[in-house]
């Protein structure tokens, strides 16, 4: 079993910047950022493997991906922040790279204003 645990959200203006962390309490081979804003379905943000990170493409350029393997820890840095990009956000991992999301954290809000 994995616990997931997310903090750094918050309200910031647009153009700003913010790092949402995901600590998680088991070993992990996949991990994604997703999120989800009023009234629409959950998208996937951001993912990290050992392979690869993958990013939507409205994030391109702007949101980084990262995990300390050390501590456990995934990370988003989330610059130039847009009222678009205003939502829930969740941590999922999974435990083997060909499964899917089995895990998911209590989500944070990230608020952006205009």
């Known amino acids: 079993q994995v616990q997931l645990v997310e903090s750094g959200g918050g309200l910031v203006q647009a153009g700003g910047s913010l790092r949402l962390t995901c600590a998680a309490s088991?070993?992990?081979?996949?991990m994604g950022w997703f999120r989800q804003a009023p009234g629409k379905g959950r998208e996937l943000v951001a993912s990290w493997s050992r392979l690869n990170a993958y990013y939507t493409d409205s994030v391109k350029g702007r949101f980084t991906i990262s995990r300390d393997n050390a501590k456990n820890t995934l990370y988003l840095q989330m610059n130039s922040l847009k009222p678009e990009d205003a939502a829930v956000y969740y941590c999922?991992?999974?435990?083997?790279?060909?499964?899917?999301?089995?895990?998911w954290g209590q989500g944070t809000q990230v608020t952006v204003s205009s």
């Open positions: 999922a991992a999974a435990q083997a790279l060909t499964n899917d999301y089995e895990y």
């Open positions: 088991g070993r992990t081979s996949r």
